[in-house]
């Protein structure tokens, strides 16, 4: 699976950002999408993920109402709609594919991830 993510950016505290992930090489529909963040010198943490059909989700315990995540599977794209940002949601921003469709909150059940897009938040 090849997985681009994009919409990533500089923005003020309290702003939103939509970020997208658009996947390409399989059949989209069968996958679970996972969106993880990663600061330097830490481990990359889980945010949300969308299980393929039907679309069930999950989302960490502190990001529940600031953050949703959606799916288009027309377009192969996975979207994470981030509201009312902070300085401390500054990450990269990471998605990820699972061919199981477990909708996990552990990153070594994803098999296939994108580059990452830079989010910067400044207060």
């Known amino acids: 699976v090849q997985l681009v993510e994009s919409g990533g950016g500089l923005v003020q505290a309290g702003g939103s950002l939509r970020l997208s992930c658009t996947a390409s090489?399989?059949?989209?529909?069968?996958?679970?999408i996972g969106w993880f963040r990663q600061t330097p010198g830490m481990s990359r943490e889980f945010v949300a993920a969308?299980?393929?059909?039907?679309?069930?989700?999950n989302y960490a315990d502190s990001m529940k109402g600031q953050f949703t995540i959606s799916r288009d599977n027309a377009k192969n794209t996975v979207y994470l709609q981030m509201n009312t940002l902070k300085p401390e949601d500054t990450a990269v921003y990471f998605c990820?594919?699972?061919?199981?469709?477990?909708?996990?909150?552990?990153?070594?059940?994803?098999?296939?991830w994108g580059q990452g897009t830079q989010v910067t938040v400044s207060s």
């Open positions: 990820a594919a699972d061919g199981l469709s477990r909708g996990s909150v552990w990153s070594y059940e994803y098999d296939d």
């Open positions: 969308i299980k393929s059909r039907g679309g069930a989700t």
């Open positions: 090489g399989v059949t989209f529909e069968d996958y679970s």
